[in-house]
């Protein structure tokens, strides 16, 4: 029985990594109504990156966070301008075609600089121990840091003219243009900072399992999980979802095996669209 | 239908298909062709959902797959007849996709098109996990089963002439579809869905129709391939590549044309032949596949007959 605990607190603690993942696929959704199906393969990114300069040129894992939250960002706003700009308030099925079609390239590139090999990027954190089990110093810094980057953009939101300009954007592109908003640029910026936020929680999953790279699918789907669980283009909710995910994994973790655990979220997922095609989580409005 | 110009292009073409690779028993020229009777196929029944009613199904190789396990199975594991394997495996899928499309087409849009990703999972792990399909290795189909249609080299004719059969199949059911009166609801559901629904459109029965219509013919065309390759594993069956391709197939030639998408199936044969001969280019696969699909959706949305209709109407007349 307190197995099942440790295992579930653990899988909260993973839960909170998934949860930032999904506000960077929620926010893009949120403020323009494109799914961003580049999105596994920008968490990939975010491992790769962490695995070049932590494995490779021997920074410290957890120094490599400020570098691929910027060169995310940079990323991101370029992916705005080759594949959604053009097709901004077109039917969503249009962007959903060409960010598969970006991600087919750049699947197609990484799989044939790396191929599928597995990377592992070590780290070694002293583990909490309470009774007879330890939890993993890494799970625990990355949890704390996925907050504290939710709590920052929570705040960027909030409080900075940006951050309000691009929830008054999302609310309503036409009105938030006419007084005076350079909507397109914050377009950019939103799709920047999804990514960003992508290539980090990439970079914290990579600092807690092993990754190919081919394993953004498997990231990009919980994504999708979470996203419905906490409501399309809502931040907080995507947090809590990335949290009830996390529960949820730590719990049938140690009754079920491992290829199945994503099949029972993909039944979860069709069957809170249908339940809840608003989200469990949501409220109207949040962006 | 027999009064149709139409009806008699789809006809002339199934007829170079069959009789093309015949004269001097050309072989390099059938696998070519059968491989292009594959990709029509696929790209054919995905149009109905993609291009006729405006869902983006990213799953559609779970039918092909799934089509090839039970064909593979049976033939393997019960001895029966490839043909009996072949009805069932068609029966069997358009069963289960009536399951599936019960449950994930109540979601709209984009909504359903990521569920699709889901069914790929959840089948891939299935079959990975279970044990009379051989898990993650597979099944091997054992030389002796090409002896009931006369040995290895006539087996491979049979083979070829039933996946015509079946692409031509897929050519008469999307054209029938088209000019029929499902056919004009599954386009108004395209259009604006909630539109057609007020106007007296069946959407859930025509769109779960439509869905499992797209379904049954993959299936054969799956089973027809595998059993030619004598050797089935879940990472063949349930490629994302093929899936990905049949999707660019279809923007490539013009999405809810009959015409374009068999066009653009057989010129992505050809490019693809000619690219993955070509040593610099077979790794970036993906990425070339990639690179077209988004140009198209950038720059062509109508796609190759979206061309061809604005440079010559009078072509919209005889060409679906």
């Not at chain 1, 410290?60 to 960002?73: A, D, E, N, V």
């Not at chain 2, 049979?158 to 999307?174: H, P, R």
Request: proline share 4%; net charge neutral; hydrophobic share 55%.
């Amino acid at each position: 029985m307190l197995g099942i605990l440790a295992s579930i607190i653990d899988g909260v603690l993973v839960g909170l990594v998934y949860g930032l993942a999904a506000i960077g696929l929620t926010l893009i959704w949120g403020v323009m109504d494109v799914i961003n199906l580049t999105h596994g393969t920008m968490i990939v990114a975010g491992m790769m990156a962490l695995y070049l300069l932590a494995g490779q040129l021997g920074v410290s894992p957890y120094f490599t966070l400020p570098p691929i939250l910027i060169g995310g960002f940079f990323v991101g706003a370029a992916l705005y301008w080759v594949a959604i700009h053009r097709l901004v308030g077109r039917p969503p099925l249009m962007s959903l075609l060409s960010t598969f079609a970006v991600n087919l390239i750049l699947v197609g590139v990484g799989t044939a600089v790396w191929g599928t090999a597995l990377f592992n990027v070590d780290v070694s954190l002293p583990g909490l121990s309470i009774g007879r089990y330890t939890f993993p110093g890494a799970h625990i810094l990355a949890a704390v840091l996925a907050a504290v980057i939710a709590a920052a953009l929570y705040v960027f939101l909030h409080r900075t003219r940006t951050g309000k300009a691009l929830r008054a954007v999302a609310n309503n592109r036409e009105a938030a243009e006419l007084v005076g908003i350079p909507t397109t640029r914050l377009l950019a910026i939103a799709v920047g900072i999804g990514v960003a936020l992508a290539g980090v929680s990439g970079m914290l999953i990579g600092t807690l399992f092993p990754f190919t790279i081919l394993s953004g699918d498997d990231y990009q789907l919980k994504s999708f999980i979470v996203t419905v669980l906490g409501g399309f283009g809502n931040p907080v909710g995507a947090l809590m979802g990335g949290v009830a995910l996390g529960l949820l994994e730590g719990a049938i973790t140690p009754f079920v095996p491992v290829s199945w655990t994503l099949v029972i979220e993909f039944v979860l997922f069709v069957l809170v669209l249908i339940a809840f095609p608003g989200g469990v989580f949501s409220r109207r409005g949040v962006l | 239908m027999l009064r149709r110009p139409f009806f008699w292009i789809i006809t002339l073409a199934i007829a170079a298909f069959v009789l093309a690779p015949v004269p001097g028993n050309n072989v390099g020229l059938r696998e070519s062709l059968a491989l292009a009777a594959v990709y029509i196929t696929l790209a054919s029944n995905l149009n109905l959902m993609l291009g006729y009613a405006g869902y983006i199904n990213f799953g559609s190789i779970v039918f092909f797959g799934l089509g090839g396990y039970i064909c593979i199975w049976l033939v393997d594991a019960h001895g029966w007849p490839l043909a009996a394997s072949l009805v069932a495996a068609a029966v069997g899928v358009g069963a289960l996709s009536l399951a599936f499309g019960f449950g994930i087409l109540r979601l709209r849009g984009p909504f359903f098109a990521l569920s699709t990703i889901g069914i790929v999972e959840a089948v891939q792990a299935f079959a990975e996990n279970f044990t009379p399909w051989g898990g993650s290795s597979g099944i091997y189909l054992s030389p002796q089963v090409f002896q009931p249609l006369g040995g290895p080299a006539r087996a491979l004719w049979v083979i070829y002439f039933g996946l015509v059969a079946v692409m031509g199949a897929s050519l008469y059911l999307s054209y029938g579809i088209k000019i029929t009166k499902f056919g004009l609801g599954l386009l108004a559901i395209g259009q604006n869905e909630d539109a057609a629904a007020i106007l007296g459109v069946p959407t859930s029965r025509y769109k779960a129709l439509a869905y499992s219509a797209s379904a049954f013919l993959p299936a054969i065309a799956g089973g027809l391939y595998f059993f030619k390759g004598a050797f089935i594993q879940p990472s063949d069956a349930f490629d994302l590549t093929l899936s990905t391709e049949t999707i660019v197939i279809c923007m490539l030639g013009g999405q809810g044309t009959v015409t374009g998408v068999a066009l653009g199936a057989y010129l992505y044969e050809e490019l693809r032949g000619y690219l993955l001969t070509s040593s610099t280019f077979s790794n970036f696969q993906l990425t070339i596949a990639g690179t077209l699909l988004l140009l198209i959706v950038l720059f062509f949305p109508s796609g190759l007959m979206g061309f061809i209709y604005s440079r010559f109407p009078r072509t919209q007349k005889v060409l679906e």
